[in-house]
């Protein structure tokens, strides 16, 4: 199997769980807060469906066709740069659950074809840095999982983490520069070490075994840190110098500005 087919097969998975949580669910239910402000799990369902069809049109942005779609996106972005991914996630949730839950299924369905037939060694567009179809297909698992956790979170449900969750806690440990600049802070230029222990309890790491500066614990907390849903506080992470716990505090593996986080517990 690929390496684009394995994170296909995870986030499938992983779609296939946050789809099985609300598929049942009445409509008042759909209309539950989220720790997200203003979001409702319809809100998060919805943002995942239109994030997975604007990949679809990005992904097909190699052919002339597909590339006027997706400069009609870019532009109706610009006009609303702060404001236009919520505005289009709060615009999709007015449907029925029903009627939304299968424009996500469509959606996902697209977007993993669509990622087989990019181009070999051809990156597609993206609203930051161009991305490669794997690439792409991780961030889509990074942002399904997060907002499954909030889904989680407002109907009072806790499910045990998988091994899967590798694909955000290398986003994480990849975008730690991204995460400095965000924040209007100059990275450090050494590489830290990162040793997570994962649902497994398998040892992942990242970085040189000599380095100074080192951040070491549970993969769950540090995946929940860096999508920002739990506070730094609230974890079990060690971090060993100023640079490392520096980073823990501002860490965040999404794309946009720089996130409030989660309230400490």
């Given amino acids: 199997m690929s390496v684009l087919e394995s994170v296909l097969a995870d986030l499938a998975a992983e779609g296939d769980r946050l789809r099985a949580v609300v598929a049942e669910r009445d409509a008042a239910t759909w209309a539950t807060d989220t720790p997200a402000v203003g979001w409702t799990i319809a809100t998060q369902i919805a943002h995942l469906a239109w994030t997975d069809e604007v990949a679809v049109l990005a992904a097909g942005a190699h052919t002339p ?73 991780t961030a889509r698992f990074m942002e399904t999982w997060a907002h499954a956790l909030d889904v989680d979170d407002a109907l009072g449900l806790t499910t045990e983490p998988t091994d899967r969750i590798r694909h955000v806690a290398h986003i994480g440990v990849r975008t730690r520069n991204f995460a400095y600049a965000n924040n209007g802070l100059q990275a450090p230029s050494e590489e830290f070490r990162i040793e997570l222990t994962a649902p497994s309890g398998e040892l992942w790491t990242w970085g040189p075994e000599d380095a100074a500066q080192r951040v070491s614990g549970s993969a769950y907390d540090f995946c ?42």
């Fill in 65 to 137: 066709e597909g590339k006027e779609a997706w400069d009609r996106v870019v532009l109706a972005a610009l006009e609303d740069p702060t404001g236009y991914v919520d505005a289009c996630a709060f615009e999709v949730a007015e449907l029925a659950p029903a009627d939304l839950l299968v424009r996500w299924d469509i959606a996902r369905g697209a977007l993993a074809d669509a990622l087989r037939a990019v181009p070999e060694g051809q990156k597609m567009p993206w609203f930051g840095p161009p991305m490669s179809p794997t690439s792409m297909a």
């Fill in 224 to 265: 929940r840190l860096v999508t920002q849903r739990i506070h730094r506080d609230d974890t079990a992470l060690v971090a060993t110098g100023a640079d490392a716990e520096e980073w823990l505090r501002i860490a965040q593996a999404f794309a946009g500005p720089a996130g409030g986080g989660r309230d400490p517990r």
